[in-house]
């Protein structure tokens, strides 16, 4: 079982930046970032392939930027111009399966979340 560990949450105003990270055990396929607000259910924020392909939410498009690091097994998440919105616990996953037709149905392995707070 692949363990994804996450740094990088906190406060911050809005405006501002934060960098998310998340490590795994071992190398992995696909990695993606996702959040959970409280009685919502959990929403894409971004993935990444292991060969670059990137995929984004709209409300983050231009705003966040995922990336990753092969050698390190590790992806991290750039969070700039952050809005109250943005408040969310963020999950960090790996391993995506997939339909058919190539829609990610699933990850195999997710972190635990670490807390996001935009607020003045």
């Known amino acids: 079982q692949v363990q994804l560990v996450e740094s990088g949450g906190g406060l911050v105003q809005p405006g501002g930046s934060l960098r998310l990270s998340c490590a795994a055990s071992?190398?992995?396929?696909?990695m993606g970032w996702y959040r959970q607000t409280p009685g919502k259910q959990r929403e894409l924020v971004a993935t990444?392939?292991?060969?670059?392909?990137?995929n984004y939410a709209d409300s983050v498009k231009g705003r966040f930027t995922i990336s990753r690091d092969n050698a390190k097994n590790t992806v991290y998440l750039q969070m700039n111009s952050l809005k109250p919105e943005d408040t969310a616990v963020y999950y960090c996953?790996?391993?995506?399966?997939?339909?058919?037709?190539?829609?990610?149905?699933?990850?195999?392995?997710w972190g635990q979340g670490t807390q996001v707070t935009v607020s003045s």
């Open positions: 990444m392939s292991r060969p670059g392909t990137t």
């Open positions: 996953c790996a391993n995506a399966r997939f339909s058919s037709s190539g829609t990610i149905t699933d990850f195999g392995s």
């Open positions: 071992q190398s992995v396929g696909t």
